[in-house]
């Protein structure tokens, strides 16, 4: 069975452009979540997706996005570039109904490294 | 404060030796977990519990929910170990994981 899949694994972008990431679940997983992971900040809650629908947002700007398809894939952007949205971006899947948080065990991906410049 | 806080930051140890992390958190929850991170930036699900005690091989992770404090511990650690363990609280209510810092941790051959 696969496991989650991150597309890009690396990715250089300039300040002021946007950038997409993607997120592949496990097959049959419907809950999403994307977390930011800094040196200074550590691991921080983006957002959850479950069934195609935004079920939580952590404390973010609105340049921060994502989305979630029918397939369960989901997506992040974030437009206008920052230097400090440098960062390893992780998504974790779940077989459960809800969120990751409620007792259900998180399968993360590889993560996608992004570097501002 | 931090809502999740994890000790030591860093632990180094010879290989064999008997290895506890802690975590401490201040808000109720539903479930505790337990993550690996190597270098390379991918995380793999060590544990998740609400109550008790879990084993899985050399680990072994437990919780107090009246003391909000969990603990993970290696048995004959290995230098393979070596990675980075962070506990994730999954809070009631707000429906999402909070991390801890992490431990890094280097078990010395």
């Known amino acids: 069975k696969a496991g989650v899949t991150q597309t890009p694994r690396y990715l250089i972008k300039t300040r002021g452009q946007q950038v997409t990431l993607s997120c592949s679940p496990i097959s049959g997983h419907r809950s999403v979540s994307w977390y930011q992971q800094t040196p200074g900040q550590g691991l921080q809650f983006l957002f959850e997706?479950?069934?195609?629908?935004?079920?939580n947002k952590g404390n973010f700007p609105g340049r921060f996005s994502g989305r979630q398809f029918s397939n369960s894939r989901s997506e992040m952007n974030v437009s206008t570039l920052e230097l400090g949205d440098s960062a390893l971006y992780l998504c974790?899947?779940?077989?459960?109904?809800?969120?990751?948080?409620?007792?259900?065990?998180?399968?993360f991906g590889q993560g996608t490294r992004l570097t501002v410049v | 404060k931090n809502e999740v806080e994890q000790s030591p930051q860093n632990l180094t140890a010879q290989e064999g030796e008997f290895i506890t992390i802690n975590c401490s958190y201040s808000v109720g929850i539903s479930a505790l977990h337990w993550l690996q991170q190597h270098p390379g930036g991918g995380i793999v699900s060590l544990f998740m519990?609400?109550?008790g005690k879990k084993k899985h091989g050399r680990l072994i992770a437990t919780i107090n929910i009246q003391e909000k404090h969990s603990s993970l511990h290696i048995t004959a650690s290995h230098p393979r170990d070596s990675a980075v363990y962070i506990c994730a609280a999954g809070l009631q209510g707000a429906q999402k994981l909070v991390f801890g810092q992490g431990t890094r941790l280097t078990i010395n051959p």
């Open positions: 519990l609400s109550s």
């Open positions: 997706y479950f069934s195609e629908t935004q079920r």
């Open positions: 974790a899947s779940s077989l459960g109904r809800g969120p990751v948080s409620m007792n259900t065990e998180a399968f």
